[in-house]
């Protein structure tokens, strides 16, 4: 199956809709932190891209990006699990991947929870490598794995 999505800047009335899909898509369990005011701030910044995917008017997925100077962190990436595996966050993350090159970015990192191994195996298709383990880096209760991708190398 393969997406059928648009992909845009997040919109202001977005925000709610994203912190409620972070809560149960990649925060459950934990203490809330990608609150709406978190999700707009991210919105507004201009070092930060909100990236959303849309079925017709529906949010379906969405990525959460920031920018520095050599590297970027992919801070959220999540998809309806009825979308899931239709292509919809390869399609996320190609995006956000062709706007760090455009602004001379080739380093991406992020962290994903040690026991989500669909999304390690996601990760690992799209180029990215583990690069050790991050004890208690989710409110103490999980541990996180660190990934990156280096843009200049081919996947």
């Given at each position: 199956?393969?997406?059928?999505?648009?992909?845009?800047?997040a919109?202001?009335?977005?925000?709610?809709?994203?912190?409620?899909?972070s809560?149960?898509?990649?925060?459950?369990?934990?203490?809330?932190?990608?609150?709406?005011?978190?999700?707009?701030?991210?919105?507004?910044?201009?070092e930060?891209?909100?990236?959303?995917?849309?079925?017709?008017?529906?949010?379906?997925?969405?990525?959460?990006?920031?920018?520095?100077?050599?590297?970027?962190?992919?801070?959220?990436?999540?998809?309806?699990?009825?979308?899931?595996?239709?292509?919809?966050?390869?399609?996320?993350?190609?995006?956000?991947?062709e706007?760090?090159?455009?602004?001379?970015?080739f380093?991406?990192?992020?962290?994903?929870?040690?026991?989500?191994?669909?999304?390690?195996?996601?990760?690992?298709?799209?180029?990215?490598?583990?690069?050790?383990?991050?004890?208690?880096?989710?409110?103490?209760?999980?541990h996180?794995?660190?990934?990156s991708?280096d843009?200049?190398?081919?996947?």
């Amino acid at each position: 199956m393969t997406a059928v999505c648009t992909c845009e800047l997040a919109r202001r009335s977005d925000a709610e809709t994203i912190s409620n899909m972070s809560r149960w898509l990649i925060e459950a369990g934990l203490t809330p932190t990608w609150v709406p005011e978190r999700v707009l701030w991210h919105i507004r910044d201009r070092e930060s891209t909100v990236l959303v995917a849309r079925d017709q008017a529906t949010l379906v997925g969405f990525a959460i990006m920031q920018f520095w100077d050599t590297t970027a962190h992919l801070n959220l990436l999540g998809v309806m699990p009825s979308r899931q595996r239709s292509g919809i966050g390869r399609q996320l993350l190609r995006w956000l991947e062709e706007s760090a090159m455009t602004a001379g970015t080739f380093l991406i990192k992020l962290e994903v929870r040690e026991a989500n191994f669909a999304a390690r195996r996601f990760y690992t298709s799209m180029g990215y490598r583990e690069l050790g383990l991050v004890e208690g880096y989710y409110q103490g209760r999980d541990h996180a794995v660190r990934m990156s991708r280096d843009l200049t190398v081919a996947a």
